[in-house]
């Protein structure tokens, strides 16, 4: 498809500019290497530009909005996101290379969070409080004012969702700097949102390089909140940059997420989502499971039907809509198989691997799927995220070691089990080491409604869910004496 839209350009203070330095950068589309479009390069100049009218609209006609009409606008939108389903997710699909069911999906989850952040606008408040006799105390729930919003490229319009929405609703504007490996569909979302009629400068959108448009945002004293969704080395930097205005900061970053499989589970159920849960998105998803721990009695035999579902996996391009598509880059490819060959060598066993259909073009970016078994937990491939269509197995004979191993990495993002001993379930639901914990179940098919976030070096602050407003608003205590 072409892009139907002059790509190439920033939005700030509800205009649409060239970037400051007049540079671009290329759109590649990863289902074939080609160039397919290019989005601007922004620099310190447009970022201020953008956080200053972020600020004017703060302060402007966007603060001055009841908040069930901030709702409002945030429900018409999620509206029109569903109206323009088929170009999202077609721009999605040629973007980030993502099977187009796929790519589907993600624009009904961004429609999905616009509904509910749409409806939570006018139900956040604050509380009173019990206090001396002769005082009135109450709090007020208050947004920060401009937040700043660093997108990754593996789920942009689901974390435009859940982080701008949950923003938007709480009050505050926005400046966002989508991944420069994928900025598309923030930049349509961006025009749907005028359209719908979000007062200019509420949404501002700076695409450009990390080091770059991001380094700058994630360090402008302007910006009262960071939202960070990477990787962990970024994320640690985003940080450090925030500190130096002491604006807090919620970081999304990666996991290595288990799911544990008893010998008394329901192993039809569990079979269809323990593969799928760690290869939707190849693989490039942060909440992926991407360890399977497999009790000993039945062992062989969930690794053997695991086996053979990889073995009819097949990865091609992202149109076809197959199990899978391509990796994002030339660069994340390299880095996956790069990581897979020293772990093989390092006595990780090859347990199944799919296809890459062979009329896959050959600039495109593809990795076959792979089951592996590793020597032991604290193999590198058992430890670190792989960011690929990769899956680990791994047997344990006790509930105990079946913790110890689920909690046996830096990592601490989401957690499955499946067992029918209700007992054990919610032992496990306590002692594991997650943001969040799925029994006899993974992922909840994205759950909009639900808290997420990380522990450990997947990182801290809540998303999704109502939790995200109040990561998004800060508590004002009023306490007035009465004499
Ligand atoms: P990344 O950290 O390289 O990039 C994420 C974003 O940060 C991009 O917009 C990038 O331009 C920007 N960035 C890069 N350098 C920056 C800098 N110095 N200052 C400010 N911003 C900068 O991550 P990625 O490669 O896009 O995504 C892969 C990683 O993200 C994986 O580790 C994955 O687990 C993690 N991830 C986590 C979640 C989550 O919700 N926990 C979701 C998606 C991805």
Not at 168 to 180: F, I, M, Q, T
Request: charged share 20%; glycine share 12%; with cysteine.
């Amino acid at each position: 498809m072409s892009i139907p839209f002059a790509s190439e350009l920033a939005l700030i203070g509800g205009e649409w500019r060239s970037a400051t330095g007049k540079g671009t950068l290329p759109v590649e589309d990863p289902s074939t290497g080609a160039t397919v479009g290019a989005i601007a390069r922004c620099l310190d100049a447009d970022v201020d530009a953008a956080v200053a009218a972020a600020r004017a609209a703060f302060e402007g006609a966007w603060g001055r909005l009841a908040a069930f009409e901030r709702g409002r606008l945030l429900s018409a939108l999620g509206r029109a996101v569903l109206a323009h389903a088929d170009v999202l997710a077609a721009l999605e699909t040629m973007d980030v290379g993502k099977p187009r069911s796929q790519a589907r999906a993600d624009v009904t989850a961004l429609a999905r969070y616009l509904e509910f952040y749409g409806g939570a606008a006018d139900k956040l408040h604050g509380t009173t409080i019990p206090f001396l006799e002769g005082y009135t105390v109450y709090t007020l729930r208050e947004p920060h004012g401009v937040t700043g919003h660093i997108i990754p490229w593996n789920y942009p319009m689901q974390i435009i969702g859940r982080s701008v929405g949950a923003a938007l609703a709480a009050g505050n504007s926005v400046v966002v700097k989508p991944a420069e490996e994928a900025s598309l569909t923030t930049l349509a979302f961006a025009r749907l949102a005028a359209e719908a009629g979000f007062p200019p400068g509420t949404i501002n959108v700076v695409p450009g390089l990390g080091e770059e448009a991001g380094a700058a945002l994630a360090a402008h004293p302007g910006i009262n909140h960071v939202s960070f969704t990477g990787s962990v080395e970024v994320g640690t930097l985003v940080q450090s940059a925030a500190a130096g205005h002491v604006a807090p900061v919620t970081l999304e970053l990666g996991g290595k997420s288990p799911q544990l499989v008893f010998d008394d589970a329901d192993l039809e159920a569990a079979l269809p989502v323990l593969a799928r849960a760690g290869l939707q998105n190849a693989g490039q998803t942060c909440s992926a499971s991407s360890r399977l721990l497999l009790q000993r009695g039945i062992y062989a035999r969930v690794v053997e039907a695991l086996a053979e579902r990889y073995r009819a996996l097949r990865a091609g391009p992202a149109a076809r809509d197959l199990d899978l598509g391509p990796l994002i880059s030339a660069a994340q490819r390299r880095r996956v198989e790069a990581m897979l060959e020293a772990g093989i060598k390092g006595g990780a066993q090859v347990l199944a691997r799919g296809e890459i259909v062979a009329d896959a073009p050959a600039g495109g970016h593809y990795v076959a799927p792979l089951l592996l078994a590793p020597p032991g937990p604290g193999h590198v491939l058992a430890q670190e995220e792989i960011f690929g269509p990769v899956q680990v197995v791994l047997p344990f004979d006790s509930e105990d070691e079946a913790i110890a191993i689920a909690n046996g990495t830096r990592f601490g993002l989401v957690a499955g089990a499946w067992t029918r001993d209700a007992g054990r379930q919610h032992r496990l639901a306590s002692r594991l080491r997650a943001g969040q914990v799925f029994l006899n179940d993974y992922g909840a098919a994205g759950g909009v409604e639900l808290p997420f976030g990380g522990v450990g070096w997947s990182g801290h602050g809540r998303e999704k869910g109502m939790e995200a407003l109040y990561s998004f608003t800060a508590v004002k205590t009023v306490a007035a004496r009465h004499r």
